[in-house]
Every structure is written in structure tokens, then in C-alpha cells.
């Protein structure tokens, strides 16, 4: 069982920064590859960046690709969002997810569907 927990959502202009972190809990956060994924009013849930157990490899959506940077450090159970350049349309509800990792490129850890444990999300909104 994992619980994860979002922070570091809030209110930017756009072209603006922001990072977000999700905190693990548990012993065994460097079994699970991570993802970060948002929804916005009205929309499904989207893929936008995740990372494999060791950190090794990244993939990120097309849309934040260069904006965007996922990291994580095993050792704080905490995974990150490095949020550049942000634009009215990256307003959402960021959440970050776990599941176990079995592959080690991240490429596979593209859908959501995929994913066993989920935080409660946090609010970006940028502003224009």
C-alpha cells in the first residue's frame, strides 16, 4: 500500500514556474515507477510525465515536453514537477501516481489505467 500526497499547486502567471511534489509513504517507494497526470474542467485525465524506479528515464507528454521536468529522490520518497513556461492551458488538477515497476524505461508507464495508487491532486491555474 502506498499513499501519496501533492503539494505545491497554486495560482501563476503565465510564462511563470512552479514545482510540485508528491510524498510516499512506505519502505518501498524505488519499486514503483511514477507519474504525474491532470485533469482539467471537462476534460479526461491526461498523461503528462512519468519516470522509471531508479530515475533513469523520463517521458513526457508532447504538450510539456521542454517545459516540464519530472525527478524524483528515493532516499525523501518524493517524486517532482518542474513546471516552466506555464500556459493558461496547463490549468488542471495535477495528480501523481504510483505503480509497481517492471519495466525499466519509462515509456511504459504512459496510461493511467496502469496505475494503482493516486493522490488527491492540486490545483494549478495559470493565469493569462
Known amino acids: 500500500q502506498v499513499q501519496l500526497v501533492e503539494s505545491g499547486g497554486g495560482l501563476v502567471q503565465a510564462g511563470g514556474s512552479l514545482r510540485l511534489s508528491c510524498a510516499a509513504s512506505g519502505r518501498t517507494f524505488s519499486s514503483y515507477a511514477m507519474g504525474w497526470f491532470r485533469q482539467a474542467p471537462g476534460k479526461e485525465r491526461e498523461f503528462v510525465a512519468a519516470?522509471?524506479?531508479?530515475?533513469?528515464?523520463?517521458t513526457y507528454a508532447d504538450s510539456v515536453k521542454d517545459r516540464f521536468t519530472i525527478s524524483r529522490d528515493n532516499a525523501k520518497n518524493t517524486v517532482y514537477l518542474q513546471m516552466n513556461s506555464l500556459k493558461p492551458e496547463d490549468t488542471a488538477v495535477y495528480f501523481c501516481?504510483?505503480?509497481?515497476?517492471?519495466?525499466?524505461?519509462?515509456?511504459?508507464?504512459?496510461?493511467?489505467?496502469?496505475?494503482?495508487?493516486w493522490g488527491q491532486g492540486t490545483q494549478v491555474t495559470v493565469s493569462s
Open positions: 519516470i522509471s524506479r531508479n530515475g533513469g528515464s523520463t
Open positions: 501516481a504510483a505503480r509497481v515497476g517492471l519495466y525499466t524505461s519509462s515509456t511504459y508507464y504512459t496510461s493511467g489505467t496502469d496505475y494503482a495508487y
